[in-house]
């Protein structure tokens, strides 16, 4: 018995955790939902500002300038969830891509690109937003790029390993020598064959998404207003905190609870699979 | 390869990254709509000044002149003058530094030991409560952004207790100690942020070495946890968990601007994003600079640590 076999898995069931499940669940409900279960439209001046918990119609008080705060988070949610997501998507086109080309190419290809990929890796990923920003100017889509692109160097790392893995399987010499083009090989054997680690690493990137997006908003370089983004609303709100106000705290609890649901079901997932290559990367 | 040459090679990788965050920083400003004249004259502009300045800043000449150029003054320390304030980058640069150099040395020394050494014990326990405590704390820890546990503490200690300042406002003249005092909501804000993924991450670089053969082999023979875990495990972990600190650094990196916003601390990344903000770019390149060759120098430093704790390559063999 070795003393790795002893450690106890913290989330060691079998069912799927369901509190995660139903968090997230809600959240994309709401997302989808806002404008119709909203009580205030997300820019109405509905009272004073920093008004106070459940006092009249506003259940969650209001913002610095005077809106409902409630409405403010169920509208962030879709900011918040579409850009992530977006974001995540494009690191996935970006990264699978690239990777599998490393991948097949070899050689000095594959060896520039990895020595590239390695350079951007290691470099602290606020750092690089913040020169993209100040380039290209903030807006949503200058943030999904940034933000995509930033992940796409995690999922060049995975797709590159899934791929030099899966390329040399007899399945895909019998489809070379049917004469099948480089790109049929790539996306239509190795890519159907290569998606669950692909997958999870989505899933496992998703809650990082969220945090920079958030946090490059709260700097105020990100989502711009009237809009409703949790991380631009805990910033706009933070001067409610020298008077008490939860204004500022309550859009960033929104964001810990996606991605502490996130988090879990994830953690959940690779105890479950115990899928090497992911979970070499998140630690 | 001889511990020279990987030093050498090493040097040669940070040099790169540089150049590139360089390149980066410069074909952003290319990309902006007009150009650095236009910019900086703004409302003033007529085709004379704008000629007149673009000839006084050799905007006229081809691009990769005008980066070598730039790259050339940069070495020298000299890195252009602000847009929005006209004053010298590396004056301004000088002014800020020192602050964000107290925040970032602060915490690495505080959170950097905390979490190897729990990240340890809870190797060495694995499974036991501490263990499964310090586990779901930074499963906790890790899912929440810097700004939510910096507005959660500045809510405890400053507004309800009204123990710590909340914002990092504080004349020269102050005392030491309330110097001090202004340091401890941002500085506990980062070890939070930090301690997390270093922690997890120590652990189960650690965990990995004990499930290794010569681990099970002092096993057998009777060797006793504790003397295992510091005789066996940790000489061989110097390398992955100096890894884990370079890795570290960059959460720090990232934590430090997040963390100067909130509390307005006048440090370096507070300048960063204030002149981000406003697209000032010569300020930006500069402090993109500056981090990003202390990140280099000190991921450096932490694969020479890595080096000296591996006796295969410290040999030279």
Partial sequence: MTMANTSISVNARNTIPKIPIIILGIWLLIAIFAPWIAPWPQSEMVGTPFGPLATGDTLLGTDYFGRDLLSRVLYGSRTTLSLALSANVIASVIGITVGFLAAYCRGWIDEIISRIMDGLFSFPTMMFALICVSAFGSSNIILILTVGFIESIRVFRVARAVAMDNLARDYVDLARLRGESTAWILFREVLPNAYPPLLTDFGVRFSGTVMLLSAISFLGLGVQPPLADWGMMTRENLAGLRTGSLAPLIPALAIFSVTFATNQLVDWFLKRTQHDISSELIG | ?317
């Fill in chain 2, 1 to 317: 390869m001889t511990i020279l040459k990987l030093i050498l090679r090493r040097l040669v990788f940070g040099i790169g990254t540089l150049i590139f965050v360089t390149l980066l920083v410069f074909v952003g400003t290319e990309l902006l709509p007009g150009d650095v004249a236009e910019i900086a004259l703004g409302q003033d502009a007529t085709p004379e000044t704008l000629e007149a300045m673009r000839n006084e800043l050799g905007l006229n000449q081809p691009a990769y002149i005008r980066y070598f150029s730039w790259l050339g003054h940069a070495v020298q320390g000299d890195l252009g003058e602000s847009f929005a304030s006209g004053r010298k980058v590396s004056t301004l640069l000088a002014t800020r530094l020192p602050a964000t150099f107290v925040l970032g040395g602060l915490t690495a020394l505080i959170a950097l030991p905390l979490a190897v050494g729990l990240g340890l014990y809870s190797a060495a326990r694995a499974g036991a409560l501490p263990d499964r405590i310090i586990t779901n704390l930074s499963l906790v820890t890790a899912s929440g952004p810097e700004f939510m546990f910096a507005t959660l503490l500045i809510l405890l200690f400053s507004v309800t207790l009204g123990w710590l300042p909340g914002t990092s406002y504080v004349s020269s003249q102050a005392s030491f100690v309330d110097q001090l005092r202004v340091m401890v909501l941002p500085v506990t804000t980062l070890v939070i942020a930090v301690f997390a993924p270093t922690a997890r991450m120590t652990r189960s670089s650690v965990l990995n070495l004990m499930g290794s053969p010569f681990v099970e082999m002092a096993l057998l023979k009777g060797v006793p946890r504790w003397r295992i875990l510091l005789r066996h495990a940790l000489p061989n972990a110097i390398g992955p968990i100096s890894n884990v600190i370079g890795i570290s650094l960059g959460y720090l990196v990232s934590g430090v601007v997040v963390v100067e916003v909130v509390f307005s601390y006048p440090g370096m990344a507070k300048l960063m994003v204030d002149s981000v903000a406003v697209r000032d770019l010569p300020l930006v390149q500069g402090c993109a600079l500056i981090f990003a060759s202390a990140y280099v120098g000190l991921n450096l430093l932490t694969d020479l640590i890595a080096i000296a704790g591996n006796p295969r390559l410290r040999s030279g063999g």
